[in-house]
């Protein structure tokens, strides 16, 4: 955290606008997955440590018993919650912290 601190004052001091924005993304990331895992139901837990493992949609509905409707709608939430767009940016959120 402290080193994303440091990127953002030294980014900020050089108007480096686009690693800035990259960065403040990382703060609030480094802030929010702690926050996020506590808000996730149960449900939306299984389908966030499926996702993150590499599964499908289609496959996260076999495994779990669920229709792919059903994945979706948890997929979008735990999406919001973190605050990812994309299944990488989940699976990097859902990496315990060092």
Same mark, same amino acid.
């Given at each position: 955290m402290t080193a994303l601190s440091e990127a953002f004052?030294?980014? %900020? %001091?050089h108007g480096a606008h686009f690693y800035l924005r990259n960065v403040e993304r990382e703060l609030h990331r480094a802030d929010a997955p %702690?926050? +996020?895992?506590?808000?996730?139901t149960k449900a939306?837990?299984? =389908? +966030?440590?499926? =996702?993150?493992e590499g599964y499908t949609n289609q496959s996260v509905a076999l495994a779990l018993g669920v229709s792919v409707h059903? =994945?979706?709608t948890h997929l979008r %939430? =735990?999406?919001r919650k973190f605050?990812? @767009?994309? @299944?990488?940016q989940l699976a990097n959120a859902m990496r315990p912290h060092e």
């Amino acid at each position: 955290m402290t080193a994303l601190s440091e990127a953002f004052d030294l980014f %900020a %001091a050089h108007g480096a606008h686009f690693y800035l924005r990259n960065v403040e993304r990382e703060l609030h990331r480094a802030d929010a997955p %702690a926050d +996020a895992r506590d808000s996730l139901t149960k449900a939306e837990h299984r =389908v +966030a440590l499926l =996702v993150s493992e590499g599964y499908t949609n289609q496959s996260v509905a076999l495994a779990l018993g669920v229709s792919v409707h059903t =994945v979706n709608t948890h997929l979008r %939430a =735990v999406f919001r919650k973190f605050g990812v @767009r994309s @299944r990488v940016q989940l699976a990097n959120a859902m990496r315990p912290h060092e």
